[in-house]
């Protein structure tokens, strides 16, 4: 699936939820159904910057070049929305990523019912997934990419 078509599912998703109420509920559940990123990818390297609560995003090139996230919180609503944007990103390549333009988060009103720093935190961890997406295409283009 590209990114748009991801971003157009969510969206449909929580069009069902009409209650911001359920819309949460429905966010901590996808968080509760994140993986447990492993402890020795809890580094300060991978813990994001401008974020209320604590979340680790870790990141991985995989056999055909596309970047495979991983991510946690320690806070539930954080963890959903950070598993929303793993749903979005994760297996696209570095430049899909960087073209994205992530329409969901306004679509779905998740911006508007987040405290101002929740919202920076979702800004940070959105800029964080760019910096690793830029790394990694610096790496292709320069031939050093991992295999």
């Not at 492993?38 to 995003?57: A, D, H, M």
Request: with cysteine; net charge negative; hydrophobic share 40%.
């Amino acid at each position: 699936m590209t990114i748009n078509e991801t971003q157009d599912e969510i969206i449909e998703e929580f069009e069902g939820l009409t209650d911001w109420m359920d819309r949460y509920a429905y966010i901590i559940e996808l968080g509760n159904s994140l993986p447990e990123l492993p402890e020795n990818l809890k580094t300060p390297e991978n813990l994001i910057e401008g974020c209320q609560s604590r979340v680790w995003i870790a990141s991985d090139l995989d056999k055909d070049g596309n970047i495979d996230f991983q991510a946690d919180s320690d806070a539930l609503i954080v963890k959903g929305i950070v598993a929303l944007l793993l749903r979005v990103l994760s297996g696209h390549s570095p430049e899909e990523i960087l073209d994205a333009d992530l329409y969901f988060i306004d679509r779905i009103g998740l911006k508007e019912h987040l405290s101002p720093t929740r919202s920076n935190g979702l800004v940070s961890m959105v800029r964080q997934m760019r910096n690793y997406a830029t790394a990694y295409k610096l790496l292709k283009d320069s031939g050093n990419a991992p295999k």
